[in-house]
């Protein structure tokens, strides 16, 4: 049974999110995909179950475990299995802790880390980069022979990677809401059909300027591709599939 102060928290959580998601002007089905969402992983059901051993890491921030249920639900709703032979993309993978969970849950699966270890704007004076790429190269290690380290701007990996073509990605990058929608627009064109792409941050909000933040990004990608693409997971995190 949650306490008093787990209700409450979320509970004022929820309000906070659905101010926002009205504030950002997000279509009708979105609340609705939020609320059954947050039921659904209220219950705890279609779920695949996994541990992330998230000990064996060398992080100075985890930015990711906390959506991992939200990851859980995805895959299995989709029935994607753990074992499948995915070719996945990630757009800001840092000290690798998104990373790690990729190659550990996808066991048959490579990926392409795209980062350009230099940060962004909100790391700014924050944050050792040569340290972050140092403890990326160190996080990876085990499963080094399933990946491919491109040190570059997500615009400048598009540009070179016209003719492959991958069946999950991953967007966390520069966070600014016309960067998330042109690495939205980019990433769609390398995306399978039925391929997932997976937005960190929808709910982030950390400064009153809307440009800042990747929700709006987001929103103005969804209404341009409506017809393209099917919504499956919204919360802090919002993954969509493409279906044409
Ligand atoms: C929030 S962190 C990623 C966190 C990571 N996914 C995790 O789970 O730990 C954002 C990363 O995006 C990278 N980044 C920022 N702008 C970028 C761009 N234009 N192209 C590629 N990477 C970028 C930063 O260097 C930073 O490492």
Redesign the pocket.
Known sequence: MPSIKQIFYQSSKTIVDLIYMSFICCPLPIFWKYATCKINLIKNIDHYNYTFNISSLN?S????SISIPSWMYTMKHLQIHPSSKMNIL??????????YFLLDFFKNSTITA???????IE?KGKIN?IE?EKRFDQNILPFKNRLKKMK????D?FTLCKDQRFELI?I????HAS?VYQDAVQAFLVLKINGVLIF?DFNWRHSFKLSELPGPGIIKFIKDYKSQLKVIYVGYQLHIQKIY
């Open positions: 992080l921030n985890d930015w990711f990630e757009i800001g993978s840092f000290e690798g802790c998104s990373t795209v980062d350009t270890w230099n940060g962004s790391h980069f972050v570059s701007t997500s615009n990996f991953y966390d990058g520069d966070h960067a960190d």
